[in-house]
């Protein structure tokens, strides 16, 4: 049996039940063969084996006093999986779906993604199995600080420094840094994504959307094309998929639909993205809701026929395995030529092959996607100076960033003979620093 096949055996054993941490893990090792055969002082210093077992997970006890006042219970994750570059940092997901196998895919994916940023943070992630929708701001506001009373003995500015992801936005980031300054009597960069007047950077709530239109625009360009005169369809209609639209606007692209968990809207002559942000950022309110009072856009139920829609470009912002073979096979009949993941694992393996294979250009996601983690790394770093940079200077550091990341994994997939493949580039460039660290620090 293959090295690699015996830690891929012990990842399934040691984690049953555990499905897309076992796809998470299993789409990094594949790509690794050639490294080690390079690098035979990493299977020395047993990095696989270490890199694949989390440094800590903890499960908690969330219970919280409903409007009715009922008691309700939930559980609440953190993993924090490998600190060797830098302190643990990764998002908390409030989502009925959070489980140990979701947290630990979303964990192992975030120390390869960070490590790409070129920024000093290592990977963690938490959440819980809350779902804040339909749930009153006092609801939110006494779940987040009971998460929190628990979650604080486990944080801090140099330890780990969660932020948001699904469910987790402005409103719940204040929340829980309120409950953490009380409890620790400390005004400390502990989490990112806090508002502007309490410490947050600019950009930040931009940053992923904007930071997968400008990875995209290099890998695309890269090919001779552009997003000029597109028309791109992205789904989910959150934080990520709202500025993705906005940056692929401002390149002469159009949006044509974007969904929800319920259904899509689509319109051939461009969504309104005000009337988006209204519905989902203000109002909080179903994506049906843009519908209503526009003459062009109509509304269909089932968020999966999304990916029937003709379109140049696809940006899958919802949630994992969002876009299965089936959904690319219609994409690449349709004439799709790129795809970029601007959430978290939503291609499933076999749909990443199939576009390989049929030369549909591919952003994966811990490179196109990088983009928040690496703003909230900038946070940080402003926090710690006590500093606020301007739009200009983090929107520049972003694209920045971004262009680094597309050249640190085109690189690597061309010194490794697979020229164009992201994936493989991505996952080979940001695994080598990680692993160089955890050799020079020791069996830790
Ligand atoms: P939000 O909660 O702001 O938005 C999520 C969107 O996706 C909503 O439109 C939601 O619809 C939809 N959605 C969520 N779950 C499902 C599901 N099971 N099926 C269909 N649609 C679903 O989250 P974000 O925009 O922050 O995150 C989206 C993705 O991007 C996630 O995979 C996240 O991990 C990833 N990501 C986010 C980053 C960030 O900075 N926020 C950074 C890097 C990655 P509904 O309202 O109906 O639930």
């Not at 999966?304 to 299965?324: H, Y």
């Not at 909230?376 to 006590?386: C, D, G, T, V």
């Not at 690597?412 to 697979?418: H, L, P, R, S």
Request: net charge neutral; glycine share 10%.
């Amino acid at each position: 049996m293959s090295y690699i096949k015996e830690i891929m055996d012990v990842v399934q054993r040691r984690n049953p039940n555990e499905p897309e941490f076992h796809q998470a893990v299993d789409e990094v090792l594949v790509c690794l063969e050639p490294v080690l055969e390079k690098h035979p002082e990493y299977i020395k210093a047993g990095v696989l084996e270490r890199i694949v077992e989390p440094e800590r997970m903890i499960m908690f006890r969330v219970p919280w006093i409903d409007d009715k006042g009922k008691i309700n219970v939930n559980r609440g994750f953190r993993v924090q999986f490998n600190s060797a570059i830098g302190p643990y940092k990764g998002g908390l997901r409030f989502h009925p779906s959070v489980n140990p196998s979701i947290i630990k895919f979303l964990g192992f994916e975030q120390i390869l993604k960070n490590s790409l940023t070129g920024l000093p943070i290592g990977g963690g992630k938490g959440g819980s199995d809350f779902d804040p929708k339909g749930k009153s701001d006092m609801e939110v506001m006494r779940f987040c600080q009971s998460f929190m009373t628990e979650l604080s003995k486990y944080i801090g500015a140099d330890i780990d420094v969660p932020a948001g992801d699904i469910g987790v936005g402005g409103r719940e980031i204040g929340y829980l840094f309120g409950m953490y300054k009380r409890l620790k009597n400390s005004y400390e960069g502990v989490l990112t994504g806090k508002g502007l007047e309490f410490g947050g950077s600019l950009v930040r709530t931009e940053a992923t959307g904007y930071g997968l239109v400008y990875f995209m625009d290099e890998l695309i360009k890269a090919n001779g094309k552009s997003f000029k005169g597109s028309k791109v369809v992205i789904s989910g209609s959150g934080n990520v998929a709202i500025y993705a639209h906005q940056k692929v606007t401002e390149l002469g692209g159009t949006v044509i639909a974007m969904s929800d968990s319920n259904g899509f809207i689509f319109d051939s002559s461009g969504i309104d993205l005000n009337s988006v942000k209204v519905v989902k950022e203000k109002e909080r309110k179903r994506i049906k809701e843009c519908s209503i009072n526009s003459s062009t856009a109509r509304y269909y139920e089932g968020c999966s026929n999304i990916w029937d829609i003709k379109c140049d470009i696809a940006l899958p912002c919802a949630t994992q395995n969002e876009i299965d073979e089936d959904a690319a096979k219609k994409l690449i009949k349709n004439g799709c030529f790129a795809v970029g993941e601007g959430a978290n694992m939503p291609c499933t393996i076999e749909a990443v092959n199939l576009f390989q294979k049929n030369s549909v250009l591919f952003g994966p996601a811990k490179a196109a996607n990088a983009g928040g983690v690496a703003t909230s790394a900038l946070e940080m770093s402003q926090n710690s100076m006590r500093y606020s940079w301007s739009f200009e200077e983090v929107d520049l550091r972003l694209k920045n960033i971004m262009i680094n990341i597309f050249n640190k994994a085109s690189q690597a997939a061309k010194e490794y003979g697979v020229a164009g493949n992201m994936v493989v580039g991505a996952n080979i460039a940001g695994f080598i620093k990680v692993a160089e660290a955890m050799v020079a620090q020791g069996i830790v």
